[in-house]
């Protein structure tokens, strides 16, 4: 039965394999021919590789949750004592089975395209399915050959290594496959925007196409960010939540670039403008999540996040060299037909503002690439890796930031095509008051650090002009009648992508708040207590009631429980532990965490002597903030990906048609 799960999994793989490469020929056959039959084959390829790799990740996981130690991937990342919860994560918990869930969720993916297209971009369709195709090829080849996850071993051991003890964790058995989902969703509107340059159609019907796609991607990404961090912070121990690892940038670099994306297709959308823009853009972001692909599983940088060292970096070099020249190509031999047929008529205009902010994040994007490919090359060239640490991405970065912020809030409320001075500036006259007097608030209370100062103001200012937005058109509404909620209701019903976008903003809002406040104003004390000794830091008093062994099923070590007060009076208790896990002997840090929306309480335990301990202790304002941002995001995208209801004849319009 073993061998046949070993067996059943690999036949899934190879089966997968020859099914994407039947639908590629099929497709080009089809549309050479002008054949329906080869076409409608074509799309049944699709569906068969999609359920093919179901039948292989089914098969894996299977082996995970039975522990069958004939199979090598699940002798080297389950144990016996592994949780079922964690062997499950097994499956991306090393670089084999994360490819094949990469190659799973691009196999969905496309059976999704597939379907949803059945009466829609016939012309695109079978260049679409030849792209998509082709790129899960490529990882079914190298699942078929160097990262077989179902090769077997000839004497199977009779327990297995288990997941590295840093995985075995709920951050960890979202993180990847969320990040995944974002990563692999590129690779459609990618596929779109090459069957465009391929068939010449090169209007904004492939961008309509792939919108919800493009929202997905971006948004899978930023979660997958943010449910990245939140994993560093409550397990790695250090008291912060970003370091600027090679592994974070990797995936911070395609979200910016989507970030541009997602904003940039409404201008060609309603001007036709930003026709090479959003190309090259997509092109871009397809690219750099194969770029961060290849980091995590070719072992070229230190970090946390990535994998040993791997023969396919150089397979993933070529690939991703092959796709961006070929992609490239093509934009530069259709220039003559993307010549743009409506220009910027003023730089103050929404599109102008756009086309800013597309500058200041691909600006942002190309920063954080030059910092995290830098050791590389130095190790290239001169053989020494010379590595960039946190203070260049902070003075590159920020600035970029905090102008991304000012063109959120003006690019809001700009309208199209030209917007006069005098007219924005009474516009934005309530917003920058409110920015102002909160300024003034800010450097009375001791707030002097420039960009925290800087950052805290242009959050209040952009949610000012949003919030003003909001009322704005929902008092155009209540003047014909409805009340407060159904003018709200129907501002959402209308137009949910420009009003769940707005959300979407707030949620960046309250995110950049939270951040700006955790990065700038953090502190910490360490010392050395005995039992009912007391440390104290801001408005918290620390009381060391207990040192005892700590033990559970995987870990064993020792644990210090700590009494919380403020004020004298008594919060609760904390409990910190430094432990060994059992079968790896790997030692870990349990930190111990109080959390409020106004600070974080962080306890390490760093050391243990008789009678006494030594303790590092961060507080940390306003974390809380970052999480519930997200939350605010998810909302919002939710929304911007509903359908758009029609307007019935004689509804209210909005904001007289500046959206």
Same mark, same amino acid.
């Given at each position: ?199 010449? %159609? ?60 997602? %904003? ?77 047929? %409506? ?67 003006? &690019? ?25 007097? &909160? ?6 209370? &001791? ?57 979407? %903003? ?154």
């Amino acid at each position: 039965m073993r061998v046949l799960m070993s067996d059943l999994g690999a036949f899934a793989v190879r089966a997968g394999l020859v099914c994407a490469l039947y639908a590629i020929a099929a497709a080009l056959v089809g549309v050479r021919r002008h054949d329906e039959s080869f076409l409608s084959s074509s799309r049944r390829g699709v569906l068969a590789a999609a359920a093919f790799l179901t039948l292989a990740s089914v098969t894996l996981v299977w082996s995970l949750v039975a522990a069958d130690f004939s199979i090598r991937y699940v002798a080297q990342n389950t144990s016996l004592t592994t949780p079922f919860f964690y062997r499950i994560s097994g499956f991306w918990g090393n670089m084999d089975g994360s490819l094949l869930l990469w190659a799973w969720i691009l196999s969905a993916y496309s059976a999704i395209a597939v379907v949803t297209n059945r009466r829609h971009n016939a012309v695109l369709m079978p260049y679409v399915i030849a792209v998509l195709m082709g790129v899960l090829t490529f990882f079914l080849v190298l699942l078929a050959t160097a990262a077989d996850p179902f090769t077997r071993v000839q004497i199977p051991p009779p327990d297995g290594r288990g997941l590295n003890p840093l995985l075995e964790d709920p951050g960890m058995f979202f993180h990847p496959p969320t990040l995944y989902l974002g990563y692999v969703a590129l690779t459609v509107p990618f596929a779109f925007a090459v069957a465009a340059l391929l068939t010449g %159609h090169l209007s904004a019907e492939w961008i309509a196409g792939t919108r919800r796609w493009a929202l997905v991607a971006w948004y899978f990404i930023g979660l997958g960010l943010v449910l990245g961090g939140w994993w560093a912070y409550h397990v790695l121990g250090w008291g912060g939540y970003w370091g600027w690892d090679p592994v974070e940038n990797s995936a911070l670099m395609p979200w910016l670039v989507m970030t541009a994306y997602v %904003h940039s297709v409404m201008v060609q959308q309603r001007r036709g403008m930003l026709k090479v823009w959003n190309l090259a853009l997509i092109i871009l972001a397809f690219g750099l999540s194969i770029f961060g692909t290849f980091l995590t599983r070719s072992g070229v940088v230190s970090s946390v996040h990535a994998f040993a060292r791997s023969s396919i970096g150089p397979v993933f070099t070529a690939f991703l060299g092959v796709a961006m020249l070929g992609a490239f190509g093509l934009l530069l031999g259709r220039m003559d037909r993307l010549r743009e047929t %409506h220009y910027l008529e003023s730089a103050l205009s929404r599109e102008g503002a756009i086309l800013f902010n597309n500058v200041a994040l691909v600006a942002a994007a190309a920063a954080v690439f030059l910092g995290t490919t830098f050791p590389m090359f130095t190790e290239a060239i001169q053989g020494v890796r010379i590595l960039v640490g946190p203070p260049y991405f902070n003075q590159v970065f920020v600035p970029i930031a905090l102008l991304v912020l000012f063109l959120m809030g003006v &690019g809001t409320s700009i309208p199209w095509v030209e917007e006069r001075l005098p007219r924005l500036g009474r516009r934005l006259a309530l917003a920058a008051t409110v920015a102002a007097a &909160g300024g003034v608030l800010l450097l009375v209370f &001791g707030i002097r650090k420039p960009a925290a100062l800087s950052g805290f103001i242009l959050a209040m200012f952009v949610g000012a002009v949003t919030l003003a937005e909001f009322a704005r058109n929902a008092g155009s509404r209540r003047r014909l009648g409805e009340s407060l909620p159904q003018a709200v209701y129907a501002l959402f019903r209308v137009n949910p992508q420009r009003y769940g976008g707005y959300v979407v %903003h707030l949620g960046v809002l309250v995110m950049a708040v939270g951040i700006t406040a955790s990065s700038g104003f953090s502190r910490q004390v360490e010392a050395s207590l005995a039992r009912d000794d007391q440390l104290r830091i801001g408005r918290y008093q620390i009381t060391l009631q207990r040192i005892a062994p700590y033990r559970d099923s995987t870990r064993i070590g020792v644990a210090v429980q700590l009494g919380v007060a403020n004020a004298g009076h008594a919060l609760g208790v904390l409990e910190a532990a430094k432990v060994v896990h059992i079968s790896s002997q790997q030692p870990l840090n349990l930190v111990g965490i109080r959390s409020s929306p106004r600070d974080d309480l962080y306890v390490i335990l760093t050391d243990v002597a008789p009678g006494q301990v030594r303790l590092r202790v961060v507080l940390t304002p306003l974390v809380f903030w970052i999480w519930t941002g997200m939350g605010v995001i998810s909302l919002g995208t939710l929304i911007a990906v509903l359908p758009e209801f029609r307007r019935r004849p004689g509804s209210v319009p909005t904001a007289g048609g500046r959206g």
